[in-house]
């Protein structure tokens, strides 16, 4: 299995700025993407930014020229680096990683989600 574990995230005022790391643990055999959704109550959860293996990257409108989103591929990290924040940016923030999981002999697909990291920014 692998499992993925979330830091960063609080409590911030309109403009200010806060980053999310998330690493990734286990039988890892290839991590093809990772990215950042967040979820508010009442809604579905929603994509916010995502980077391939290859460092494609890929943002919500919402955010785009205020989040940075990086890959540590022998790390297997991705964190979100947020500027510019918002009170529409308040949300729950969840980490996803998919690829395979195992050994070259029985790779197979995995994807996973992170426990959630509170972020509120007030007006």
């Known amino acids: 299995q692998v499992q993925l574990v979330e830091s960063g995230g609080g409590l911030v005022q309109a403009g200010g700025s806060l980053r999310l790391s998330c690493a990734a643990s286990g039988t890892i055999f290839r991590i093809n993407a990772m990215g950042w959704y967040r979820q508010v109550p009442g809604k579905q959860r929603e994509l916010v930014a995502k980077v391939t293996n290859g460092g494609s990257t890929n943002y919500a409108d919402s955010v785009k020229g205020r989040f940075t989103i990086s890959r540590d591929n022998a790390k297997n990290t991705v964190d979100l680096q947020m500027n510019s924040l918002q009170p529409e940016d308040t949300g729950a923030y969840y980490c996803?990683?998919?690829?395979?999981?195992?050994?070259?002999?029985?790779?197979?697909?995995?994807?996973?989600w992170g426990q959630g990291a509170q972020v509120t920014v007030s007006s």
């Open positions: 996803n990683a998919e690829g395979l999981e195992g050994s070259w002999w029985n790779a197979r697909p995995f994807g996973s």
